[in-house]
């Protein structure tokens, strides 16, 4: 009862406040509260919302496949690292502009980012499912081990811990659907990276509630003697989960790299920024639901475009504050809603035949 009371506070109090700030803009227009009611209204700030959710969703999608079966990988954010910089560095020695097998350089880099985040999820796989290494310490040590080798390999190819530009992927605009109102300019005249952060979206819930596979997953993390009492091989479902987190990572890094930085700049939290940690932050947000960590994305990435287009008219908002917000919306949820929920064996090691 006390629960729905507060959620029931929780969300009269936000729609109070949108209809307050809503009233104040349309009636004051030349006020803040104006010019920031028409940021966020703008096509500009929708569409730089999808292209910065990228690496958030696909990154949040991986991590659930891996925390579902049992793993924690809060090494989400070295495996978006090392995506990005392989996909530029790929795409660079490849030449940027051109094809080969007619297929655009750019592509190509996508799949060795793909391939270079998927290696290192291996890796962290094999340590944690047959070492049996505390998997906080792993994730970690995959962070900071790609935190320092991206800058480290850029400073031997370009001589600066940021790389040369190599181009962007170029928006996919479909004729006719791309003059729908709203939905046109968001989803038809696009990058493919938003596409293809969209059907993972799907296809990743498709798989974890309607596959056999993703029951497998689900079982690893809440009960695994179940699993392997049935007869599934627990470890090869986690390697499998784990690999996925790495797959996902990779799109996310790589698309975002690719599709909208076209650079990469190594120096401090390099170009991922922390939206490794903040997709940790999505996906307990949305309890562990991929269409709800899309959305989710859509939140952060949406706050995070609002403040650029702010600071660009002049109101000083401080991006550290901004990126606080996905992290204090997580507690929000703890505290108010209580529904967010570990998989029972999250983090636990488990070797066949254990009683």
Excluded at 41 to 63: D, E, K, Y
Excluded at 141 to 170: C, E, K, M, Y
Aim: aromatic content about 12%; overall charge negative.
């Amino acid at each position: 009862m006390i629960d729905g009371i507060s959620r029931r506070t929780l969300l009269s109090a936000g729609v109070g406040l949108a209809a307050i700030w809503i009233v104040v803009g349309l009636v004051f227009p030349d006020s803040w509260a104006g010019v920031s009611l028409s940021i966020a209204a703008s096509p500009s700030t929708h569409t730089a919302t999808l292209r910065l959710a990228v690496p958030i969703a696909l990154a949040a999608i991986g991590g659930i496949f891996a925390e579902k079966s049992g793993v924690i990988n809060i090494g989400i954010e070295g495996l978006l690292i090392v995506a990005a910089f392989s996909a530029i560095v790929v795409t660079y020695w490849l030449g940027s502009g051109e094809s080969t097998f007619a297929i655009s350089h750019h592509w190509w880099g996508l799949l060795a980012g793909v391939l270079a985040s998927t290696l290192f999820a291996l890796l962290f796989a094999i340590v944690c499912i047959e070492y049996k290494a505390d998997q906080i310490i792993a994730g970690l040590a995959v962070w900071l081990i790609a935190l320092g080798l991206a800058p480290f390999v850029s400073r031997i190819v370009f001589g600066s811990p940021n790389t040369d530009g190599v181009g962007r992927f170029q928006n996919v605009t479909v004729p006719v659907l791309s003059d729908v109102p709203v939905v046109g300019y968001l989803l038809f005249d696009t990058p493919p990276q938003v596409w293809i952060m969209l059907v993972a979206a799907f296809a990743g819930w498709y798989v974890l509630k309607h596959t056999s596979f993703g029951r497998w997953v689900v079982a690893s993390g809440e009960n695994p003697k179940a699993l392997d009492t049935a007869g599934v091989d627990v470890r090869k479902v986690r390697y499998t989960a784990v690999i996925l987190s790495g797959i996902f990572a990779g799109l996310g890094g790589a698309g975002f790299a690719l599709g909208q930085l076209g650079t990469f700049a190594g120096g401090g939290e390099t170009d991922m920024q922390g939206r490794g940690f903040i997709a940790i932050a999505t996906y307990l947000f949305a309890n562990y639901h991929p269409l709800g960590a899309l959305a989710g994305s859509f939140l952060f990435a949406g706050l995070d475009a609002f403040q650029l287009r702010l600071q660009g008219a002049g109101y000083a908002v401080p991006t550290e504050l901004i990126r606080t917000i996905p992290y204090l919306t997580v507690i929000v949820v703890l505290v108010f809603v209580g529904r967010t929920t570990l998989p029972e064996a999250a983090g636990d090691n488990y070797e066949s035949g254990e009683e």
